[in-house]
Structures are given as C-alpha cells and as structure tokens.
C-alpha cells in the first residue's frame, strides 16, 4: 500500500509535506469530513490530489472558476494524471466520453462547477460512479458572511446527499474568518475536531500601507523603478484604469501589460504567458487576474485603489512570494477609493443583509488602512488567529516620532459627542475644522462648542478621524452611510483616562502649517 508520501514523491516530484497537508489528508483518507483553512500558495491542492490517487474511486472537486480548474486539469495531466472538467464551456459530445472514463476509473480528479452539480442529468450520471471524495474548493463561497457568496454553493451539500455512494467531504479555503468557518462546517456536516487552520501570518511578505501619495502614476512608477527587473503585480479597480496606468508606465519604459476581463480570452492568455516566462516585469490588473495563475516568483503586488475588503486584499496579496523568498506587497490607500466600492455596493443587485456585509468589510479595510499595529498581526487577527507583530511592516518599521494627539483626539470625539452620533466622519471633520459652506450653516453648526475647534486641514481632521476610528476611538454604524458615535475607549479620552498617540501625522501638519503660514 502506498502511502502518502510516496505519492508526494513519485507524482509531484516534492520531498515533504507543507504544513497542515499531511493532517488533512490522513483525516480525508479516514473518511472523515474536513475543513481545511490555508493561506494562498499554501498548498490546498495537494490535500485532495493526494487522497484521490490513493482511493480506488473518484474525486469529485467542485470549483467556482472555469480557468482555475483548466490550469489545475493541465499540470495534473503533465504527471501523468487522469483529469477532467464538466462545466459550462465542456462541448457537449465530450460529456458522455469524460463521465465514461471517470466510470471506468481513468479519470482520477474530476472537476465541476456547483452549477453542474445542481443538474439532474449529471447527479444521475453520477450515481453510476464510485465516488469516493467531494473537494469542495474556495468553500468561503458557500457563506454569506464571506466576501464570494455564490447560491449555487448552498446546494451542494444536498447534491452530495443525493450520490448513492457516500464520500467525505473536504472544504477548502484561504480566506474564512470564523463565522465564515462556522457557517460552512455547519452546511457541509464537518465536526470542528476536523477544522485544519494553519497560520494566516506570510512571514516572507512585508506589508505596506501608503496614504494617498500626491501623484499615484509618480508615486507607482518610481516603486516600480526601485524594484527593477522584479516580477509585479499592480492591482487597479476599473478597466479603464488599468488601460490608463499601464499606457503611463510602457511610455516610461516598463516591461508591462494590462489585464482585465473585457478582453478578448486569446490576449488574456497571452499575457499571463508573457508574465508566466518573464517577458513582462509587471502586469496591471483588475481583480480577474490572479485566480489560477501559479507564478512563483512575484516580488510584489501593489493595489493602486485600496481593495474591497480584507479577505480579497490578502488573496491577492498573497500572490507574491509562494517561493518562499522575501516579498513586499503595498496597498496604496486614498478615501476616494472607497468610496468608489462603497457606490459599488450600493449599486449592486445583493439583498440588503448581504451589503450590511460587505459595507462591514469595508470598514475594516478602512481601519488597516488606518492602524498603527502591525499590519501582518492585523491581517491575522481579523481571521480568528494571533501572531506576534512581524517587525518589518510599514507601521512596525515606523521610526517616526510618538506624538501625544490627545488634545487634538479630544476635540474630534468632543464634537462627535455634541453631534450626537447624527453625522457621518466628512461632517465630522468639516465641523470640527470650521469649514465655512451651506450645509455647516444649514445645520447651525457654527453654534456648537467645538465648531473650528482643530486647527487641521480638512483631510487631515478626516485622516485623524480614521485613525481615532481604527483604534476604536471612535466607531461608525449604519451601512450606507454609517454615523460616527463615541466609545468606551473614546469616553476615557474624554475623562482624561487614556490618552492617545500617534506616529509622525500630526507633527507634519503642524509644520505644514507653520511653513504654509
Ligand atoms: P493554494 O491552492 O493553497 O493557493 P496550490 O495548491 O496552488 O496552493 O499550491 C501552491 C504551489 O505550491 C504549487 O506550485 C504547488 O505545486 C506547490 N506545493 C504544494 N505542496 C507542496 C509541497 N509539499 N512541497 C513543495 N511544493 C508544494
Ligand atoms: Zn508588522
């Protein structure tokens, strides 16, 4: 009988298990329902190839992204393993001949979408095959509380219920924060003996958060130039900036493409070819790049735009250094840019609990942009785990002075405390800076005690104001447009309990101010 690292060896060439794979497929080959949480490049695959070599029947992997199972299917190939897909882009003649080789056993890993999985002619072909695994991969979509939602995961356990031979399931994931993980346990009957977590913490990646550089093109050009001949990702949110930027930095010499979901597929994959075999330094892309590419020398992955919430932040991020080797990855943060996935949000066709989501996540993104913590231990802790801080982050290496902000964090949550929580943080911050429009003079709120009391610029009472709200001074509810309250945290301030400190910020305004007059 062979066992598992044997066929580690013969089949993919490695010598050891990564962390966790080895728990997780000795629980699978006992039979037992497993969810296994993994970080990106940690080796999720493995956890089922492995089992569905060592069991007579076959692997079922149920996968939400068509390029992501052809990538697979094609490397599983290139060893010598028999696989296929059933999706909504397999011709309709090869069905039957790839439902007859997995029957006869010649086909080993047989990937499909949930969609397929829901249909009654292929649950019935099914039931012909012996069936032994269902893999169930980014198994966060299963949950609303994810970042992925997708309905026809809801139904997959009920398709597995309905195969007459009985598999394990295995759930997979990198990105599930407890509820998430709760809340597929819960759907798929996995016990939360079988929970396989390995840490969250990338201690080769260090990560930087960058707060609204002057000139972005500038500011990612001159990135881009300090990192010469380092293979990139720089992640953008619209097709059109991806057209824009990438146009900036070929005229200024980089080896660079764009990449993005209104191409035509034969340019796409060209492209990630090109940066496959290193033709191209650096790719800029919406978020459809990235899925099912295994490149594993990327050195760094910018976002231009901040990103939509954590999870997705760190799924891309994560794109760099699966080697192993130091990497960097850099979130380049400006509040127009969420206001950008706040419209949409809004705009999306979701039901109303699923944006109260979503709008959540994305304060949350807000605070790591704001943090003063170790930016790697914030990442972790938001996924249920706890690492010591990384000691290379951009707010662990910063060396900036300590300044004591308490004066100027009383007069925030002061006149946060007067507006009685009725206003969002812009108002917040023009209030508090004595802005003089319309609507400080529709709210009578040159009458309010703190009214123009911080002597600050508006962005930056506003760039304070996430701060007090990153640290839970301060705390915002509402979804669309959430309100700002004060805390315990904040009322300790106000009673002289607790006093608060900052890095650097203030004391550039200060003298910003002294030198602009
Ligand atoms: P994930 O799905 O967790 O993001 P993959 O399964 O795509 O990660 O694996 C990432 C890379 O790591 C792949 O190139 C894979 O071949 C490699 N890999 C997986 N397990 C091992 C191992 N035990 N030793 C060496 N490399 C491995
Ligand atoms: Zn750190």
Redesign the pocket.
């Known amino acids: 009988m062979l066992n598992p690292q044997v066929v580690l060896k013969k089949y993919f060439g490695y010598p050891d298990f990564r962390a966790g794979q080895r728990e997780v497929i000795d629980k699978v080959l006992n039979k037992e329902n497993v969810l296994a949480v993994m970080p990106t490049g940690a080796g999720k695959s493995l956890c089922y190839q492995i089992p569905a070599l060592m069991q007579s029947g076959l692997t079922l992997v149920i996968s939400p992204l068509i390029s992501l199972m052809k990538d697979q299917i094609d490397s599983l190939r290139q060893n010598g393993i028999g696989a296929a897909a059933l999706n909504s882009a397999t011709p309709q003649e090869e069905v039957n001949p790839i439902l007859r080789q997995a029957y006869e056993g010649k086909i080993k890993l047989l990937y499909m979408t949930p969609e397929r999985l829901e249909m009654d002619y292929f649950r019935y072909q099914l039931n012909f095959i012996d069936v032994d695994l269902v893999a169930v991969d980014e198994a966060h979509c299963i949950s609303q509380w994810g970042h992925d939602f997708r309905p026809a995961y809801r139904n997959i356990y009920e398709g597995i219920q309905s195969l007459r031979s009985k598999p394990s399931i295995l759930a997979l994931t990198a990105t599930a924060t407890p509820a998430v993980q709760e809340d597929i346990a819960k759907q798929l009957n996995i016990s939360q003996n079988n929970f396989v977590i390995t840490s969250f913490a990338r201690p080769n990646l260090s ?1 930087q958060v960058v707060n609204s550089p002057k000139d972005k093109e500038l500011y990612i050009y001159n990135y881009i130039n300090n990192h010469k001949s380092e293979a990139g990702i720089i992640y953008t949110n619209t097709r059109k900036k991806v057209e824009s930027l990438t146009k900036y930095l070929q005229k200024r010499g980089i080896a660079v493409a764009g990449y993005h979901g209104g191409m035509e597929n034969k340019d796409r994959d060209r492209v990630q070819d090109d940066f496959q075999y290193d033709h191209l330094q650096v790719i800029v892309a919406t978020n459809a790049f990235g899925m099912g590419i295994d490149k594993s020398n990327v050195r760094f992955v910018v976002h231009a735009n901040s990103a939509k919430n954590l999870e997705s932040y760190y799924q891309e991020a994560g794109r760099a250094g699966r080697d192993g080797l130091e990497s960097e990855v850099l979130m380049i943060y400006s509040p127009g840019d969420l206001q950008t996935y706040r419209w949409f949000i809004e705009n999306s066709a979701a039901d109303d609990q699923y944006k109260k989501t979503q709008y959540t996540k994305l304060a949350k993104i807000t605070a790591y942009a704001n943090t003063s913590e ?4 914030f990442i972790v802790r938001y996924f249920g785990q706890d690492c010591p ?5 951009s ?3 910063d060396d900036r002075e300590i300044n004591d902000i308490t004066s100027e964090a009383k007069k925030v949550i002061s006149m946060v405390y007067e507006l009685d929580g009725r206003f969002g943080k812009n108002i917040v911050a023009q209030a508090v800076t004595g802005a003089k429009n319309q609507k400080m003079r529709d709210f009578g709120m040159q009458e309010l005690e703190h009214f123009g009391s911080l002597k600050l610029k508006q962005k930056e009472a506003l760039s304070l104001i996430n701060y007090l709200i990153a640290n839970n001074f301060l705390v915002q509810e509402g979804d669309q447009y959430p309100l700002v309250h004060v805390t315990n945290r904040g009322w300790d301030v106000l009673d002289g309990k607790e006093q608060v400190f900052r890095k650097g910020e203030l004391q550039l305004s200060h003298h910003l101010e002294a030198s602009t007059g």
């Open positions: 990560f170790c930016l790697q231990q801080p990384c000691g290379k982050c707010n662990c290496l």
